[in-house]
């Protein structure tokens, strides 16, 4: 079982940046593939980066690339999403996602969520 916690969301003004944290226990986690999941209003969830496990591969939404960074560090069991130059449109509640052999981008994919953390852009 692997139990995961985000951080970090919050209001910030469009423009602004925003690091999101999560933190996993309960199974080594660099054998884990990392993936951030959103979902707006409205919206169903959606796909927005991942990261393997050695950090070796990791993969983008077209809607966020070369504005997100996903990176983590095995040694404090957290992966971490640098939000730049965020916009209105990628208000949401972020999700963290994690699984043994998964790399891909479908939700079915994970086995493992967080609760949640919301990001709020405003104009």
């Known amino acids: 079982q692997v139990q995961l916690v985000e951080s970090g969301g919050g209001l910030v003004q469009a423009g602004g940046s925003l690091t999101l944290s999560c933190a996993a226990s309960?199974?080594?986690?660099?054998?884990?593939?990392m993936g951030w999941f959103r979902q707006g209003p409205g919206k169903e969830r959606e796909f927005v980066a991942r990261?393997?496990?050695?950090?070796?591969?990791?993969s983008y939404a077209d809607s966020v690339k070369g504005r997100f960074t996903i990176s983590r560090d095995n040694a404090k069991n957290t992966v971490y999403l640098q939000m730049n130059s965020l916009k209105p449109e990628d208000t949401a509640v972020y999700y963290c996602?994690?699984?043994?052999?998964?790399?891909?981008?479908?939700?079915?994919?994970?086995?493992?969520w967080g609760q949640g953390t919301q990001v709020t852009v405003s104009l």
């Open positions: 309960g199974r080594p986690f660099s054998s884990l593939i």
């Open positions: 996602a994690a699984d043994r052999t998964y790399s891909g981008s479908t939700t079915s994919g994970y086995n493992y």
């Open positions: 990261v393997t496990g050695s950090s070796r591969s990791t």
